[in-house]
C-alpha cells in the first residue's frame, strides 16, 4: 500500500554500479544520482548520492556504524529510523511513523550477496523535517520551513565485524501524502510489501567485496 506516494515517479532505465570506500563494496543506483562528495565534504563513514533529475530530490546515504549491541534485530530498524528522525528534527509521535517494518534472519532474501550471518532489518515511515538548521527556540520553530518525507531504511547487522551498516534512502512526498500515513496503523512483520524500484535495486545489488574494511 505505502508505495502509492511513487506513483508519479519511475526508476530510471539505466542503472550504473557504484564503487564505496575505494572499492570495498559496490551497489548500483540511477544513472541520474551524483556523488555528494564531488560537491561537498561527506564524512568518512558515509557515502551520499542525490536524485540530479528536477523536483525529485531523492537522497540516498550509506553508513557504517558501530554494531549497538544493546539494541535487539526486532528494534534495529525502529532504533535508526527515529534516530535519523531525530536528526532531521521529526521528534514527536506527530512528526514521524513507520508504517512497516521487518526482520530477516536469513540476510540472503533481501540482499542476496551478503554472507548468510548478516541479519537484515528494514522499515518503512514517514516524517516532517526541519529545513535549514535546527531551530532550538518554540519561535524560531514556529517560523520554520518544514518538508515531508517517505524513508526507505535498511540496517544490515554485520555482527561478525562488530558493524551495523545502515541504508537509507529519502524522498520528497506532499503534505496530504504525509497525513494520509500518519493515520495509517503500523503494518510489523509483512513481508509481502513492496519496496520501491530504486531502493529494491540497492539491496538486491549490494555487495561487500573487501570484508578487510571493517578490521
Not at 515517479?9 to 551524483?34: D, F, H, K
Not at 548520492?49 to 530498524?77: G, M, P, Y
Not at 512526498?173 to 520501491?196: H, P
Amino acid at each position: 500500500f505505502f508505495f502509492s506516494i511513487n506513483s508519479e515517479q519511475t526508476m530510471s532505465n539505466e542503472q550504473q554500479t557504484v564503487e564505496l570506500y575505494g572499492g570495498a563494496m559496490i551497489c548500483e543506483i540511477p544513472t541520474t544520482w551524483r556523488d555528494v562528495s564531488e560537491v561537498r565534504q561527506v564524512p568518512d563513514h558515509q557515502c551520499v548520492f542525490q536524485d540530479c533529475v528536477e523536483n525529485t530530490d531523492s537522497l540516498l546515504v550509506l553508513e557504517i556504524l558501530e554494531r549497538q549491541e544493546s539494541i535487539r534485530d526486532a528494534d534495529a530498524a525502529t532504533f535508526f529510523f527515529e534516530d535519523l528522525a531525530d536528526s532531521n528534527g521529526a521528534v514527536t509521535c506527530e512528526q514521524r511513523r513507520i508504517v512497516q517494518s521487518n526482520v530477516f534472519a536469513l540476510g540472503g532474501i533481501v540482499v542476496p550477496r551478503l554472507k548468510p550471518q548478516c541479519t537484515i532489518c528494514t522499515c518503512i515511515g514517514v516524517q516532517r523535517v526541519i529545513l535549514g538548521r535546527e531551530r532550538n527556540d518554540s519561535e524560531s520553530k514556529s517560523k520554520a520551513e518544514f518538508r515531508y518525507i517517505a524513508v526507505e531504511l535498511c540496517v544490515i547487522r554485520m555482527g561478525h565485524v562488530g558493524t551495523d551498516f545502515l541504508i537509507s534512502l529519502s524522498r520528497p512526498v506532499s503534505s496530504e501524502v504525509f497525513q494520509k500515513y500518519m493515520q495509517t496503523g503500523s503494518t510489523t512483520g509483512v513481508e509481502d510489501e513492496k519496496y520501491s524500484d530504486e531502493f529494491g535495486a540497492i539491496l538486491k545489488s549490494f555487495q561487500v567485496r573487501d570484508w578487510g574494511l571493517f578490521r
